[in-house]
Nanobody, 128 residues
């Protein structure tokens, strides 16, 4: 059974940085085939796309609201993905979820339906 576990969430002041990590257990993903993604769900809103990366597809995507501030990267040694968040804003407050798939296609990389493995989420709160 594959499990994705996020960590690194917390309370931070606006303008500061935070790094989220998502590690997989129960299975070692193929580093070439796996696509990783981050989504978030702000309070009272729908879950939205944040970022995704796939070496197989050769693409990295960011949501418009996080471009230039967030960076997604792999940590192959830990079968994990990292989301570095800088210049945080109160609007970034949300539960952040990581997701993974070895079969996602390019057109689905920014869609929740493209991923079959999900973490439980980690809360990020940005105070003004």
């Amino acid at each position: 059974q594959v499990q994705l576990v996020e960590s690194g969430g917390g309370l931070v002041q606006a303008g500061n940085s935070l790094t989220l990590s998502c590690a997989a257990s129960g299975r070692t993903f193929n580093n070439y085939r796996v696509a990783w993604a981050w989504f978030r769900q702000p309070p009272g809103k729908e879950r939205e796309f944040v970022s995704a990366f796939s070496r197989r597809i050769g693409a990295t995507y960011y949501g418009d609201s996080v471009k230039g501030r967030f960076t997604i990267s792999r940590d192959n040694s830990r079968n994990a993905v990292i989301l570095q968040m800088t210049s945080l804003k109160p609007d970034d407050t949300a539960v952040y979820y990581c997701a993974a798939s070895e079969t996602v296609i390019m057109s689905q990389m920014r869609s929740q339906s493209g991923y079959n493995y999900w973490g439980q989420g980690t809360q990020v709160t940005v105070s003004s």
